[in-house]
């Protein structure tokens, strides 16, 4: 694709966005973005990798909600159980690409799907089943599996919300 045929092309994102590309800018031996305007000449940028297709219109990803659901990840945060126990100061967040795997708060790395992060880091941890729960010498749940408000939902219908329940304790 050449350049010059991109000037001008109509631009819409994922979640409805509309505009037209004004000017492609490259860098590092490679296009890096297309700078765009909508239809009040306000300016905007889409980044080349989070175009989905090229096409009549150029189709992208609109990641400005992630941008501003995105919190700070700070070193030094108190952090707490869900309980409100004091767990200490989070040392180091580790992360692979841009997958965040976890924080590490005193001698113990907490995994990243229980942080809740915001003034203070919370470590809401998930609840899993202990043992297998079973019913009529079957397995319907399996230890180690989350419990979540469907599989206890499930366990009601299947008549073992109890047992379930213990052995999510």
């Not at 905007?44 to 189709?59: L, R, T």
């Not at 113990?108 to 799907?113: E, G, L, Q, S, V």
């Not at 230890?143 to 919300?161: F, I, W």
């Amino acid at each position: 694709m050449n350049v010059s045929k991109l000037f001008g092309k109509k631009t819409e994102s994922t979640s409805g966005k509309k505009g037209y590309v004004i000017s492609v800018n490259g860098g590092n031996g490679k296009v890096e973005c297309l700078v765009c305007a909508d239809e009040d000449e306000n300016e905007f940028i889409v980044d080349m990798k989070d175009v989905v297709m090229f096409g009549e219109k150029i189709i992208y990803q609109d990641r400005t909600d992630a941008f501003k659901n995105a919190r700070p990840l700070l070193i030094g945060r108190s952090c707490f159980d869900d309980r409100g126990n004091y767990l200490g100061e989070v040392e180091d967040y580790a992360f692979k690409g841009n997958k965040l795997l976890s924080a590490k708060i005193g001698k113990k790395n907490y995994p990243a799907d229980e942080l809740i992060c915001g003034d203070v880091v919370i470590i809401s941890k998930k609840k899993r089943l202990s043992d297998n729960v079973l019913k009529d010498g079957k397995i319907i749940f399996k230890k180690g599996d989350e419990v979540t408000e469907e599989l206890l939902l499930k366990a009601e219908q299947q008549g073992e919300y109890i047992q379930t329940s213990l052995k999510s304790l």
